[in-house]
């Protein structure tokens, strides 16, 4: 490939043309390349190889039905302490009231996901799918991280099989990718010392895909881990995707580091957050959908991030959500985005948008309006 400026990108140029898979020492020459176009037109030729000039983007609403937690994450600005003034717990009226709202704004998902808060029972979970469900059926609801189904069933003390298989009789059609942090020790104790460990959550995400679920993985990077371990992180993901398959998308996350206990800490440069969008697209060959979140990208740089191996821009996020409220990188009104918004981004970037349902199917050719 006669792009590329460095001998080790050839090499491992070669084994993608090829179809080999990509080995850790791989990963970690890709990240410490210099030669960002080479490492972007990598990525861009598989993503294009699997996807054309398709780019996804779907409708939906983040919605956090409490903040209250009690795990303390050092990269957190969200959660509360019970009797801290801004501590939450919805109901289920309000949440009927928040879900009609998404539903009227044509969301055809609500992304479910909050802080682990002991003072609620397991029927306010379940009682809360099932609401939603038999008052919106139409509305996909993708709830619930690994973390807060290992918080299930070590907090009312049941078995995983059964916590999941309740949920899923409640109205679960998929879960989110939050909580996988970054899965090397001791970082993930340094950062998240209270949350299950990264075997619990790969488990449980095997788990939801043995009762038939999808679910998505995330890895938060920028903060205090290493290249190795981003590496790492990628290739556990990989490895648990060729044993139990129900992944169906990865979301690289920037750490946002204000209002965080490493407030101090920069965040990911421009530079950095292609270049993990990139090795995420050539490292999980397994992964067919690889999303660039603008809430915590930004807008400008999700758009170029279409050119470095993302196929998928989330979404038409609305007002409400644990991001878009406390970790956004835009700023003010520029954290909603609309339909004819996203489209326009998506079609500079010389992309054809189309809206999808969360699990990847087509809703309509998207056009401007
Ligand atoms: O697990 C927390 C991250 C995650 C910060 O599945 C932060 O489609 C940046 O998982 N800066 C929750 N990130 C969000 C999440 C997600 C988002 C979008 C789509 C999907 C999906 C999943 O947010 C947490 C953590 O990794 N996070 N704090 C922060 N300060």
New binding site residues.
């Given amino acids: 490939m006669t792009f590329l400026t460095e001998s080790s990108l050839k090499e491992i140029a070669d084994k993608v043309a090829g179809g080999e898979r990509l080995s850790f020492d791989d990963g970690v020459a890709l990240f410490n390349s210099n030669d960002l176009n080479g490492l972007g037109k990598l990525a861009d030729t598989v993503r294009r190889r699997q996807h054309g000039r398709t780019a996804y983007f779907n409708v939906n609403r ?1 919605f956090n039905p409490t903040n209250v937690c009690y795990v303390d ?1 050092k ?4 959660f509360r302490t019970p009797r801290q003034p801004d501590a939450y717990t919805h109901n289920i009226d309000d949440s009927l009231r928040i879900a009609g709202q998404a539903v009227s704004e044509g969301a055809t998902e609500l ?1 479910i ?1 909050g802080g682990l808060n002991t003072k609620l029972p397991f029927s306010y979970f379940t009682d809360l799918l099932s609401s939603l469900k038999q008052q919106y059926p139409q509305l996909h609801l ?1 709830a619930f ?1 690994m ?1 807060e189904l290992d918080h299930f069933t070590h907090f009312y003390k049941m078995r995983d099989e059964d916590v999941i298989q309740q949920l899923i009789d409640a109205g679960l059609d998929s ?7 970054i899965f090397r020790e001791p970082t993930r104790s340094m950062i998240c010392a209270h949350k299950c460990d990264a075997q619990r959550w790969l488990d449980l995400a095997g788990k939801v895909h043995a009762a038939g679920l999808k ?6 990077y ?1 903060h205090i881990e290493s290249i190795e371990d981003r590496v790492d992180h990628l290739i556990r993901l990989r490895e648990q995707q060729d044993k139990s398959g129900g992944f169906q ?1 990865f ?1 690289p ?8 206990q ?1 407030a101090h800490l920069p ?1 990911p440069s421009g530079v950095d957050s292609l270049k993990t969008m990139a090795v995420s697209r050539l490292l999980l060959d397994n992964f067919a959908h690889i ?1 660039a ?1 603008w ?2 990208l930004g807008k400008r740089l999700a758009q170029v991030a279409l050119h470095f191996g993302a196929n998928d821009v ?2 038409t996020i609305t007002e409400g959500g ?2 878009t409220e ?2 956004s990188v835009e700023t003010n009104n520029e954290v909603r985005m609309t339909k004819q918004e996203l489209i326009g981004l998506i079609e500079e970037a010389g992309f054809e948008a189309v809206e999808r349902d969360t699990v990847y199917n087509r809703v309509e050719k998207a056009t401007i309006a």
């Fill in positions: 983040h994450c990269f957190c600005g969200f992304h996901t993708k991280t973390v879960c989110p990718g939050g909580g996988a942090e679910t998505n993985a995330t890895m938060l920028g998308c979301i996350l920037a750490f946002y580091p204000p209002e965080t490493m965040g999303k979140y809430v915590m989330d979404g644990e991001l406390s970790y």
